[in-house]
């Protein structure tokens, strides 16, 4: 896979002729899939490589800032499923004013000559251009092959990132990773914190969000992988009589996940954290790259009086969480 940077500007493509699909792919759901599926299919008919096109800020993004839907996927994320899914190039579009302003045939213009698109495979409801005046009639005048793929469905209902969104707010992981295809997950570096959490015995690593806000809120059981490393051996190596609780997985730990925003401090805009706590671990993860996948929702963020009362809150949902833990000898969904 060719990661390609994208924007109005850009050059024209040295590219073999390919095969393009274009969305935001937020989550890269089920939907998005079978998009990706019909994508190399067609591509291997006609001998077409596979592009990818998404827009970074996601539109939305740019158009309403904070107040835009929060993010499944970061662009890590994004381009780390899309590669699994096995498409030859992502085409990275910047989203900025002189994008947004594109009449539907400037569109078309970057799609024949810095992609080399011939063909297209596009939802059934997809529009483009300033004030979305494209569709796929219209690229089909302007002279490329369209494939359209109809919504995909699940327990009749369309599959859709703001199923998903919907889903996650509302605590149901399992269905959420019927929707997704996997278990819902967020990566990200651990970053250093204000370390409240040791001030009160439970220290917590602070795994940096990459969105401007995340899709899920309260207390959690996590699973937690680092990606470039054994972070059970980790651990073990820090300090042998404190080895945490195993996870999912020969090298993973599980743990009590806090996504918030600490509603006792005031912000302006909320800084939205995800914070894990290792039970019987003590060891320096700072700068390691974690993935955090999301188990079992225990309950909402909440505001406590004082730190004596947000500890005592703590410890039992550590409590809480541990008891699924040994309720639950394998992946729970």
Not at 46 to 55: D, E, G, S
Not at 254 to 269: E, K, L, N, W, Y
Request: hydrophobic share 40%; glycine share 8%; aromatic share 10%.
């Amino acid at each position: 896979m060719k990661l390609l940077r994208l924007n109005a500007l850009s050059s024209p493509t040295t590219l073999p002729q390919t095969i393009v699909t274009i969305g935001n792919f937020d989550g890269v759901h089920l939907g998005h899939q079978a998009m990706i599926e019909q994508l190399k299919v067609v591509g291997t008919q006609h001998n077409l490589k596979t592009v990818v096109m998404i827009f970074e800020p996601q539109p939305l993004e740019y158009f309403k800032a904070y107040d835009a839907p929060p993010r499944i996927s970061s662009l890590r994320e994004k381009v780390e499923y899309l590669t699994e899914l096995g498409v030859d190039y992502i085409a990275i579009a910047k989203f900025d004013e002189t994008f947004r302003n594109l009449s539907a045939t400037d569109f078309a213009d970057i799609l024949k000559t810095k992609l080399n698109a011939q063909h297209l495979v596009l939802g059934d409801d997809f529009h483009f251009g300033k004030n979305r005046q494209g569709n796929s009639d219209f690229l089909k005048d302007y002279g490329f092959d369209v494939t359209n793929l109809s919504t995909i469905a699940l327990d009749g209902e369309r599959v859709s990132s703001t199923r998903i969104r919907q889903t996650l707010q509302s605590g149901d992981l399992a269905l959420a990773a019927k929707l997704l295809g996997r278990p819902y997950s967020i990566t990200g570096r651990v970053q250093y914190g204000d370390q409240i959490g040791r001030t009160i015995d439970f220290p917590t690593i602070n795994v940096r969000l990459n969105r401007h806000k995340p899709c899920l809120h309260g207390i959690y059981g996590v699973n937690v992988v680092c990606e470039t490393e054994s972070l059970k051996a980790k651990a073990q190596a820090a300090h042998a009589n404190k080895q945490g609780v195993a996870g999912y997985g020969e090298t993973a730990l599980f743990g009590a996940g806090h996504v918030g925003t600490r509603p006792a401090i005031a912000q302006s805009h909320p800084e939205w954290r995800l914070e894990v706590h290792f039970p019987d671990v003590s060891a320096n993860l700072y700068g390691l790259l974690m993935r955090v996948t999301f188990l079992t929702y225990l309950h909402g963020e909440k505001n406590y009086p004082s730190l004596e009362a947000l500890k005592a809150g703590i410890d039992d949902d550590v409590e809480k969480l541990l008891e699924f833990r040994r309720h639950h000898s394998e992946f729970p969904f």
